[in-house]
Nanobody, 123 residues
């Protein structure tokens, strides 16, 4: 079992930045690859970014490439999503998730999910 808790969401103006954190507990964090997804109202949950177990390999959706950075600190059992140059279309609930399938963009490959954190970007 893995428990995931996101934090760091909030309201920000367009062009601003936020850093999301996801704290993991329950088993050795470095055994899981991690990902971030988001879901806007009335839309499906979409892949945002993923990172492998060591943190050396990262993967991004085209819509966030160059603006968002995923990273992890295995000593702190935490994965991060640094979001810069935010746009109103980034508004969504952001979820972190754990998987054994490194780099997967498919939500069904992820076994454990956090409760989500709201990010709202005003224009």
């Amino acid at each position: 079992q893995v428990q995931l808790v996101e934090s760091g969401g909030g309201l920000v103006q367009a062009g601003g930045s936020l850093r999301l954190s996801c704290a993991a507990a329950g088993r050795t964090f470095s055994t899981d690859a991690m990902g971030w997804f988001r879901q806007a109202p009335g839309k499906e949950r979409d892949f945002v970014a993923a990172i492998n177990r060591s943190g050396r390999s990262t993967y991004y959706a085209d819509s966030v490439k160059g603006r968002f950075t995923i990273s992890r600190d295995n000593a702190k059992n935490t994965v991060y999503l640094q979001m810069n140059s935010l746009k109103p279309e980034d508004t969504a609930v952001y979820y972190c998730a754990a998987t054994q399938r490194v780099g997967s963009r498919n939500e069904y490959d992820y076994d454990y999910w956090g409760q989500g954190t709201q990010v709202t970007v005003s224009s």
